[in-house]
């Protein structure tokens, strides 16, 4: 798909790279979105990334046209850029029990026992698409698809800080307490949010997640950890 660039009101700019979810697609994304605020563009004031587009905010003051052009321009240098090096993010997960208490409707849905489902959870590697919903959620791209399954029927109030979640062929994490409809499969004590940090959030797009499946007392020295800030 030949990139589009479109007018979304009077002080944004849309610029679609794909119709679908890829990688590739995605790394072209995450590439203009690093070059566009590297080179701190004259009347850019936010950048934000989706699976297959930037919606890029600016002063009207700049203009519409003399901004798209600039957009192009730098879009066609992006093939001779420099690639950043990739991050692997190894994520611990308590799976099932109280902390996942969808696996076993994700298992039954899949016709797969919990422990495979588990396995193959945790044996994927993930890309993060994009940042949303809540602050640090990430949408992580590259499930098995023998183990996607829809979301719930009904979203629950409340979900915990650290869920692990599957929705469709997506997996992602709950950063903050906070409403969801995701099938929630395990828990992370690590956190993925916290405004305390120099930097807030632990992932960002571009980064890749890993899984590790962990027991209860592993859970219970790491949580510890987080909270003594030493993790």
């Known amino acids: 798909?030949?990139?589009?660039?479109?007018?979304?009101?009077?002080?944004?700019?849309?610029?679609e790279f794909g119709d679908k979810i890829s990688e590739t697609v995605s790394r072209r994304v995450s590439a203009m979105k690093r070059e566009v605020e590297r080179r701190r563009i004259y009347g850019v004031e936010e950048v934000v990334q989706t699976y297959r587009s930037l919606l890029i905010?600016?002063?009207?003051?700049?203009?519409?046209?003399?901004?798209?052009?600039?957009?192009?321009?730098?879009?066609?240098?992006?093939?001779?850029e420099e690639r950043t090096p990739e991050r692997t993010v190894e994520i611990p997960v308590l799976y099932g029990g109280e902390f996942?208490?969808?696996?076993?409707?994700?298992?039954?849905?899949?016709?797969?026992?919990?422990d495979e489902v588990v396995k193959r959870h945790a044996e994927g590697r993930y890309l993060v698409h994009?940042?949303?919903?809540t602050p640090g959620f990430p949408y992580l791209g590259g499930l098995d698809e023998s183990i996607s399954a829809p979301r719930r029927d009904?979203?629950?109030?409340?979900?915990?800080?650290?869920?692990?979640?599957?929705?469709?062929?997506?997996?992602?994490?709950?950063?903050?307490?906070?409403?969801?409809?995701?099938?929630?499969?395990?828990?992370?004590?690590?956190?993925?949010?916290?405004?305390?940090?120099?930097?807030?959030?632990?992932?960002?797009?571009g980064d890749y997640v890993s899984f590790k499946s962990i027991d209860r007392d592993e859970y219970k020295r790491l949580e510890n950890m987080v909270e003594r800030g030493e993790l």
Not at 100 to 114: K, Q, T
Request: aromatic share 8%; net charge neutral; glycine share 10%.
């Open 1 to 15: 798909m030949k990139t589009k660039y479109t007018c979304s009101g009077d002080r944004a700019i849309t610029v």
């Open 57 to 80: 905010y600016y002063d009207p003051i700049r203009g519409y046209r003399e901004l798209e052009k600039e957009l192009i321009e730098i879009e066609r240098t992006l093939e001779t």
């Open 100 to 114: 996942g208490p969808d696996i076993e409707a994700v298992s039954r849905h899949c016709g797969l026992p919990v």
């Open 130 to 133: 994009m940042i949303g919903f």
């Open 154 to 205: 009904t979203p629950r109030l409340k979900v915990m800080k650290g869920s692990v979640g599957i929705a469709g062929v997506q997996t992602g994490i709950y950063p903050i307490e906070s409403p969801g409809g995701w099938n929630i499969i395990g828990r992370t004590p690590l956190k993925l949010y916290s405004p305390e940090r120099e930097v807030p959030v632990l992932l960002e797009p």
